[in-house]
């Protein structure tokens, strides 16, 4: 199985701040990676697909980069609502699919 | 605009068998390329994928649940069907429906959710 490791598992930034977070595949995984943003409660939601692509209505102030075994997730200007937790996927080959640990997002 | 939805008991005693139904609109389980997926979260921890049908019906699983599960779709209903065999309580979790869209030389994804659906293993 491919295992995924994501850094921070949280982190304290304020508004207007520039944050990263990283997702480490225990393999090469390409550029199959996948970013979600997880509010409380609520289900996850697409960030951004295939390493880089911005999913339709995800803000500019998200960006993804990386291939192989390193990507990293990257809000330029953080907002009152990026305040949440963030999941990488890995999409390559075959099933299990599996998920990074989470870095959740929290007001400083 | 495809949704999916959740249903099933919210509550089941340990040793039970779950089966919890995801019913969607907006795509067909039986146009190429297309696939569900059911996927847990339990209280406060990451997610888990459990398993994934595709319109073809194959169906892969995760291994780690040891043969628990059974997926299913009913095409002229819009649903898939999840069965989760010897239930426990560290099974506690929300249980999630995704449609799994892929494109050709960037690889699958899971858009959208469904609301998800708590499921508590209790005695």
């Known amino acids: 199985d491919i295992q995924m490791t994501q850094s921070p598992s949280s982190l304290s930034a304020s508004v207007g701040d520039r944050i990263t977070i990283t997702c480490r595949a225990s393999q090469s995984i390409g550029t199959y990676l996948n970013w979600y943003q997880q509010k409380p409660g609520k289900a996850p939601w697409l960030l951004i697909y295939?390493?880089?692509n911005l999913q339709s209505g995800v803000p500019s102030r998200f960006s993804g980069s990386g291939s192989g075994t390193d990507f990293t997730l990257t809000i330029s200007s953080l907002q009152p609502e990026d305040f949440a937790t963030y999941y990488c996927?890995?999409?390559?080959?075959?099933?299990?699919?599996?998920f990074g640990g989470g870095t959740k997002v929290e007001i400083k | 605009q495809i949704t999916l939805k959740e249903s099933g008991p919210t509550l089941v005693k340990p040793t039970q068998t779950l089966t919890l139904t995801c019913t969607f609109s907006g795509f067909s389980l039986s146009t190429s390329g297309v696939a569900v997926g059911w996927i847990r979260q339990p209280p406060g921890k990451a997610l888990e994928w459990l398993a994934s049908?595709?319109?073809?019906?194959?169906?892969r699983y995760n291994p780690s649940l040891n043969n628990r599960l059974t997926i299913t779709k009913d095409t002229s209903k819009n649903q898939v069907i999840l069965t989760m065999t010897n239930m426990d309580p560290v099974d506690t979790a929300t249980y999630y429906c995704?449609?799994?869209?892929?494109?050709?030389?960037?690889?699958?994804?899971?858009?959208?959710w469904g609301p998800g659906t708590l499921v508590t293993v209790s005695s």
């Open positions: 996927q890995q999409s390559y080959g075959p099933p299990p699919v599996t």
């Open positions: 049908i595709y319109w073809t019906d194959d169906k």
């Open positions: 995704t449609h799994r869209l892929g494109i050709a030389r960037l690889g699958w994804w899971f858009d959208p």
């Open positions: 295939a390493a880089s």
